[in-house]
Each structure stands twice: as C-alpha cells, then as structure tokens.
C-alpha cells in the first residue's frame, strides 16, 4: 500500500541523521568520557583507571581558578545582561519611534564573531592607548582602567565584552514577551487603581517569567562554553587569570598532552550544562505534549 | 502598552545613551582601521581620524602576517567562504526534510528523536572535540577544510532541524491529508505542497548557519592550521602574535575585514536574524 | 454515485477505542450525516472512509468492494475539509489541476476538467488568484471544486462551514445542498451542528463518544428520537425533558402541580412496565401551545419571554424543572399568567434509568 510507503519513507529519511546525531553526539561523548576515565596522555589509551584523571584535575591549580572564573563570569553575566536587557525591552516598549532602528543597534554584536569582539574590546581596554588614556587626557590624571592587564580584575573585562555583545539577545526575547502578553490584564489592573510601575512589578514582570526561564538556560550554556572570546580578548591571561574551563581543556588536550585531563574537563563542563538543561528540555516537552 | 509616566527625554536620552554604547566599538574599530599609526599612538581612540589612509585595509587583506606567512587575510577569507558555503547548504537542506519528516508523517518516538537531536544544540563542544578531532584524522581529512564542512554540516544539522520543525508544526496538517487524497507521496508532497511555502524559514535558517559558521573559531583551531585555517583563526593569530611595533590600524582592519559579511548580512537581512534567535527560545 | 457500507468498523490508538462497532449502511445518491460534539468520533470514522486512518476492525466497502487496504487515491473519493486545505503557493487553478497532475493527466484533459468545474462552480474568473486573495465562500468553492474534479464516487465533506460567519454559512447550506440534488452523488457529511444535519441529510447518524446512538431520516431523528441524548441533542431550542409519573392508565402525571397528560402514544406492555414508575416526558417547544381549552392544560407564570421574530419564547416553570414554549409572537408576557396545553400525539417517554425510548 502506497501509504505504507511514504510512512516507512519518512522514518527512511530520518535515519542518516539520527545515525549522524547517535554517533556524532551520545557516542562521542561516551567516547570522550572513556578516555577520561583512562590513562591516556598524548595518544588515547583505551583502559580503564577509574577516576584518576578527575583526580588529578581537581587538584591542579589552572583548572580550579578555571572554576573561579566561569563561576564569577557566568553570575555576573547573567545578571547583568538579563538586567540590561529587561530595562532595555521595557524602554523600548514604550512606544518609541525608530524602535526598530534601535532595536538593531543593540543587537548587531550578535552577528559578529566572538574574536572580532575581542579584537576590539581588547583595543579599547588597552591601558595605554584606550580608555585609559582617554579619560586622562581628559584631566583626570590620575584615573586607571588596567584591568585587563591586572590579574585580579581581568576576569571581569571578559564580562564587559560578554554583556555587550548578549545583551541584545535577552533584549529581543524579553521584548517578545512584553509583546505576547494581553492588553487587557494591564488595563484591569489599571481600572483596579494600580500605578504603571507597581503594575510592571507586580504583574508584567512575574508573567515573564517563561521568558526569563528561557534566557537563563540559554545564556548560561553560552558563558559556560566560553572560549573564542576570552582567547581573543585576553590569552586566558594575564598568566592564568582568566582561564576558563574550555581553554583548559583545550590547552589540556591539544597543547600540553593530558589528554585524559582534558577529556575530565570536557567531561565537568558537560555535566553543568545537562544539569541545567535536561530539567529544562524535560519541562518543555511534558508542556508541548499536554497542550 | 500603556505609557510610563516617566518624562519622555529620559527614555529616549537613555536608549540613545545606551545605543551610543553599542556604536562606540563599531566606531572605534572603524575610525582606528583608517588612521595613520602614530596618529594613534599619540591621540585618542575614540578620535576622529586626521587623515584618512586605508593602507591598514591593503595591508590586512594582502600583506599581513600569519604565524610564517605574510600574505594577508586573502587566503584566509576564501576559506571561509569555501567552508561556509557547502555546510550552510547541507545542513538546511537536511533539515528541512527532518523537519518535514518529523511533523507531517509522525510515528512512535518522533518527539523523542526530536529531543535527542535537539540536544545537539546546546552541546559543549568540548565533550566531543576530542573524538572529532580523532576520527577526522581517521578519515584522512585532518588539516583541510573538508573536515570544517563535514563538522559544519553535521552539528549544523541540529539546529536547522529544530528551525524547520518548529515552522512546519505551524502547517495544518489537513494540507498533507489534501495532498495525499490527491495522490501525492512523500517527496512530491515536499516538492510541491511544503517546500514552496518555507521560503521564510529557509531564510533564517541559511542566516543563522551562515553566521555561526563564518563566526566559529573553535572547530577551525582544532581541526586545522596554517594555511587552511578560516578567517578567525587568522584574525587571532594577526592580532595575538605581533613582532616590532603594534600595528593596531592593520589589526582593526583585519576585525573589520572579518566582521564585515555577518555584519553586512545582518543589516541586510536582520529581522530574519531575529526570528532564527527567537525560534527555539521563547515558548509560550 | 455509489453504495456505502460501514461493517462493525472499529478504530483503536494504543488501548484507547475510540469507535465501537460502526455499521451503517448508505443507499447510492444519499447524503449521510455524521452528526455528534467534538470527540464524538465523527471525524476518525470520515478519515476511515477516506483512507487517511487505519482501519482497526472491521469493512467498510465502496459498491459492494472491500476498500480497507486500499491507498486514498485509489478509493474514488473526494474531500472537502473543514479549512478547505488550498495549497497556499498555487493558484486556484494549479489546485485544482493539482491531483490530476500527479496522475499525470495530459494537459488538454485538464483544462477540460478545469473548465468545466469552473463553470459549474462559478469561480471560472478566479482560476489565475491565489487562496490568500478569495474570500471565505470563494474559497469553500475552490475547495469544492477540487472534490468534484475528481468525479468521486464518494464526496466527503469534513465540517466544510464551520468556519464561516453565520449568514455566509446558510448560503452555503443552500449551494452545497443545490450541488448535491445535481449531482445526485452520494455524500458523507460530518458536522456538528444540527441545522445542517436536518437540513441537508437523507439520513442522518447522530454519534456519541464512539457509539451510534440512532440512524434514521432527519424527521424521524426529529419527532421520535430513540434515546435522550438524541432528543436533547437534535432540535433548538432544545426539546423539554420534564420528570413525571406513568400511571396504570396511561397517564403522565407531572408533579407538583397536579397536571395531568393523556393521550401518549404507548403500547400496553409499555404501560404495564412502567405503571407506576418515574419516566421522563419529552415535548419540543413547537408542540405547546397557548389555550383556552381544558385537556392536557396547565397554568404557568412566564419567567422569561424572548422575541425572535417568527415566534416567540416562553420559558416557565413545569412540574420539577423549567421549560420552553415556542409561542405566537406577543401571545405573554414577563411574568404574566398563561394556560398551555401540550400535543400529547408529538410527545415521548424515555426510560430515566436506560436513556432510551419507552414504545
């Protein structure tokens, strides 16, 4: 029967790529965390020594201030691009003129790459030659912005490149939420005496929350990879300052020849992000099937 | 929405401040690209250009220097687009009819399979760099670009799939049922009925992998090097390896030079770009 | 032009039966109407005939023939469905056409075809636009088109109107039913509205939750429906379901009140059965009427009075429960005082503990 045909068709077609997904992803990881639980160092050994390579991972210096960093970077980003892309969706829901305009000036940082992002922020932060100097020949002779080159604050120059190049992405999805929510509730509320800001906080920000859910899981997984622009934008340096989990495993795997460390520290990374996601992904399918 | 009763000048003063913020790196990497280099070391970044030279431009397109060689970005950007090209196509055809397959000729498991490819995603690259890296040099295509497309292609294929299904659920199924009365199969049912109407979604999906691709530093520094490295692994290493003198003119250049074709599809194209980032996010 | 018989066709998803033992049978040129709510099973069964779902158990047959393996195409049979499915990217004609080309009709018969739906139709003049530019109606036609191109033994019509406005819905009763008595070929046609069903039907299967609850011409569904649901659910307003008492004589009596109604239609063993016993009466709003006489009378206060025009409704309290009358205009008023009197010939009795038709 032709119908049968097209049924069987159909899964027919699906199965290069679900072999390609099988293999590509689940049994590459499965590959990876082999090879984290072996001895292998510059070539991959295929047996098995338990958790010494987790082991001696944790106890390497590199990767525990690795930990530090994506800890601090990733809370900070976080926060601060959902706060700046709230605060921006709501002005710009105001009704503005040239809103679209706007709303592409904020976010054509996404369309560039993360190094070309570096590159740049890198020349701005410049202590001899950018902000710096500005300001100073400005008068103020005595202002210092060396964080890039400071180890104890280079961490946090990584965040201001980061944010300015998300934060439009939380704005759009943020402003796609003030739009998806009906008029109407804002006018009962303002018919039962509320002001516009009480109404903001009590009811238009609590019906984010879908919105809010989303960008947290999207973002985080962004900062944990990390990599293209803290190498762009500071080496990982000065010295180790900002390292992060993925240019150790990088430097781990393809530079220093601990392969089985860097395959822990591939391994760690994933772990974070199916923590947060899996719970995610889960939730939004239960939705999907109920509705 | 109802207006803030907040004093209209803050607002605008606000977002115009706020978007000035945004311009300023743009500005700063473009007006640095076109000056003359003493001109910046003595003046200030964010200053206009007293004279305007766009040697730093030839120089980073032509002459610049790449770890040991010294012709410029040029190689580097036909790589690109040689790498581009190829993966952005496979891995939106291939989506499409994943997509197709998945929401008009469902069966048992085909949301799971959906969300095991989704997973796709939102991998950390990391977690199976390793093993890529492995079995391309394995498959004899370690080092060329070949093994960019290939990568491309295959985790392209996750996210074009997410965009095409998640469009494709919108189309009433009875459309298919129509079709099907009429005698159309599978594929014809694809060609005739389906395919016409996805123009918008092809759009935001060859936009998106276009982007991600151009814009990847990851697989191109692991899989390759030298000279068959993409454009941003040039661009790091122009702007991370210097000898003598910083040529920070050269360098922006060389940003802008890279920056360029995304940006410019962006402005081009941009509400499409919008619709690519909102297509998984937001649900209800 | 052909005969339709559903035997015993059962339809399961996993442990879930959603149609029990569906047989019907439809004489050639009829017009069938599936009528039932949503989640009746009305559509599945459509579906069925038309080759879009599996058939779990049982036959359905097309003249005789066994068809339950048989592709869509192959089936004969046309489909108009509820958003009529145009092709969005093609134009009316290229929708049309469309089945004929993937039979790879040649050209010249095509346009012949195109044509002479077209006319029929009367949508020649939009063959060149696209589905996005038709009103609803024209669209509806396009639809209908597409169905009568293929000269179907079977047209299958899947709640064609419900997404029109209400006035463009009656024209459209009345050009479907005008296409039907020209073409005389046989229809299968689910809704769940019951004017439609009343008024287009030949024969009518009033479904519910998988379940046919009662199979007959339209009149018969109307005045002698066999179960309560049937009753309640065919007829607008809907019919009166008052609690009384059947007595050895044949009486209903309604309390409290103290109004008595003879005349039922009933047979003996009914009555003995039931003497005594609760039932519920059943009498349509048409059939009481305002009075002066004294058999089978009551005294009401209205409660509600709504014009609509033709008539008028009452609406009253009777016995234990309220109840409607379709009266003549300006007869009551809000809160006036009025004797009616029932039709005991139109009236039935349903059994309160099975649902069913007391006879």
Not at chain 3, 119 to 132: C, F, M, T, V, W
Not at chain 3, 310 to 317: C, H, K, Q, Y
């Amino acid at each position: 029967m032709e119908k049968r045909l097209s049924r069987h068709l159909s899964k027919l077609v699906l199965v290069p790529s679900a072999m390609l997904v099988f293999i590509a992803i689940y049994l590459f990881i499965a590959w990876t965390a082999w090879i984290s639980v072996s001895s292998s160092r510059v070539m991959p050994v295929y047996d098995f020594v338990g958790l010494e390579q987790f082991v001696r991972l944790w106890s390497t210096p590199r990767w525990i201030i690795a930990v530090q960093n994506i800890t601090i970077f990733t809370s900070l980003f976080l926060i601060l691009t959902i706060f700046l892309g709230l605060l921006i969706a709501i002005l710009l829901d105001q009704r503005i003129r040239a809103e679209g305009l706007l709303r592409g000036i904020y976010l054509y940082p996404m369309a560039l790459s993360f190094i070309v992002t570096g590159t740049a922020w890198k020349w701005i932060m410049n202590p001899g030659l950018g902000i710096q100097k500005v300001v100073r020949d400005l008068g103020w002779a005595s202002f210092t912005f060396d964080w890039i080159a400071d180890p104890r604050f280079a961490i946090y120059t990584v965040v201001i490149a980061a944010v300015w190049q998300s934060t439009g992405f939380t704005m759009a999805i943020f402003l796609a939420g003030l739009r998806g929510i009906d008029g109407s509730i804002i006018k009962a509320a303002q018919i039962d005496g509320a002001s516009l800001p009480h109404i903001y906080a009590k009811v238009i920000l609590p019906m984010l929350r879908p919105a809010l859910l989303s960008v947290v899981v999207l973002l985080s997984h962004i900062a944990i990879k990390s990599f293209d622009l803290v190498l762009a934008l500071t080496g990982g340096g000065p010295g180790s300052a900002t390292e992060l989990p993925s240019t150790f495993m990088f430097s781990a795997s393809f530079r220093r020849n601990q392969l089985g460390v860097g395959a822990a520290s591939a391994i760690m990374m994933l772990m974070t992000i199916a923590a947060t996601l899996v719970p995610y992904l889960y939730r939004e399918f239960r939705s999907e099937r109920d509705a | 929405m109802p207006r803030i009763r907040f004093d209209r000048v803050f607002i605008y003063g606000s977002l115009i401040f706020i978007a000035a913020i945004y311009l300023m790196p743009l500005w700063v990497m473009i007006a640095t690209s076109i000056k003359d280099l003493d001109e910046i070391y003595a003046g200030s970044f964010v200053a206009l250009p007293k004279s305007i030279t766009f040697e730093p431009w030839a120089k980073a397109w032509a002459t610049a220097c790449v770890g040991t060689e010294c012709a410029g970005l040029r190689g580097y950007f036909l790589n690109s687009i040689l790498m581009c090209l190829p993966a952005v196509a496979i891995s939106t055809l291939i989506g499409s009819i994943n997509g197709y397959a998945l929401t008009k000729w469902r069966f048992r498991g085909s949301k799971l399979l959906f969300g095991l490819m989704m997973f796709g995603c939102f991998l950390p690259l990391q977690s199976v760099l390793l093993p890529i890296a492995f079995t391309v040099g394995r498959l004899g295509l370690a080092g060329t670009i070949w093994s960019l497309i290939l990568v491309h292609s295959v985790y392209g294929i996750a996210f074009t799939t997410l965009f095409f299904r998640n469009y494709f659920i919108t189309i009433p199924d009875e459309l298919v049922r129509a079709a099907i009365i009429d005698g159309a199969g599978f594929f014809r049912i694809y060609w005739s009925v389906i395919l016409p109407t996805s123009t918008p979604i092809i759009v935001v999906s060859c936009i998106w992998q276009f982007t991600s691709i151009w814009n990847d530093f990851l697989f191109g520094v692991s899989l390759t090097s030298g000279q068959n490295a993409p454009m941003t692994v040039a661009l790091n290493n122009i702007v991370n390896v210097t000898m003598g003198r910083k040529q920070y003119n050269v360098d922006m250049a060389a940003a802008m030079i890279a920056g360029l074709p995304t940006l410019l599809v962006y402005v081009v194209a941009g509400r499409y770009f919008v619709r690519g980032l909102t297509a998984g996010a937001v649900k209800g | 032009m052909a005969t339709l018989s559903i035997d015993k066709v059962r339809k399961t998803f996993g442990a879930v039966t959603v149609l029990h033992d569906i047989s019907l049978d439809v004489g050639d040129g009829e017009f069938l109407v599936l009528l039932g709510p949503s989640g009746c099973g009305k559509s599945t069964l459509l579906n069925m005939i038309a080759g879009l779902e599996e058939i779990s158990g049982g036959e359905i047959r097309i003249d005789g023939k066994r068809i339950n393996e048989r592709h869509a195409k192959e089936r004969d049979i046309a489909m108009v469905f509820q958003s009529y499915a145009l092709y969005p990217t093609m134009s009316v004609r290229r929708n049309i056409e469309f089945g004929m080309r993937v039979r790879k009709v040649p050209k010249r018969e095509r346009e012949d075809a195109v044509k002479r739906v077209a006319d029929l139709l009367q949508i020649a003049q939009l063959l060149e636009r696209k589905p996005s530019q038709l009103s609803g109606g024209q669209r509806q036609r396009v639809a209908m088109g597409r169905a009568l191109v293929r000269d179907p033994k079977l047209f299958l019509f899947d709640e064609p109107l419900s997404n029109l406005d209400a006035k463009l819905r009656v024209d459209m009763r009345t050009e479907i039913k005008k296409l039907y008595h020209r073409l005389r070929t046989t229809v299968v046609y689910v809704t769940h509205d019951q004017i439609e069903a009343m008024t287009m039907a030949t024969k009518v299967a009033v479904m519910k939750d998988g379940y046919i609850q009662q199979f007959a011409d339209p009149t018969t569904v109307y005045e002698t429906p066999e179960t309560l649901y049937v009753a309640r659910f065919v007829g607008s307003p809907a019919m009166n379901i008052i609690p009384a008492t059947l007595t050895a004589s044949g009486r209903v009596d309604i309390n409290p009140g103290g109004i008595a109604i003879s005349g039922v239609k009933l047979s003996a063993t009914a009555i003995t059965t039931f003497a005594g016993k609760r039932v519920l009466l059943g009498v349509r709003p048409e059939n009481i009427e305002k009075t002066n006489g004294s058999h089978n009378t009551f005294d009401v206060q209205i409660d509600v009075v709504e014009p609509t025009g033709p008539d008028t409704l009452a609406f009253f309290r009777l016995g234990e429960t309220d109840a409607v009358a379709r009266l003549q205009p300006r007869s009551v008023e809000t809160g006036g005082q009025a004797r009616l009197t029932i039709d005991a010939s139109k009236a039935i009795l349903f059994d309160p503990k099975t649902d069913l038709r007391i006879k």
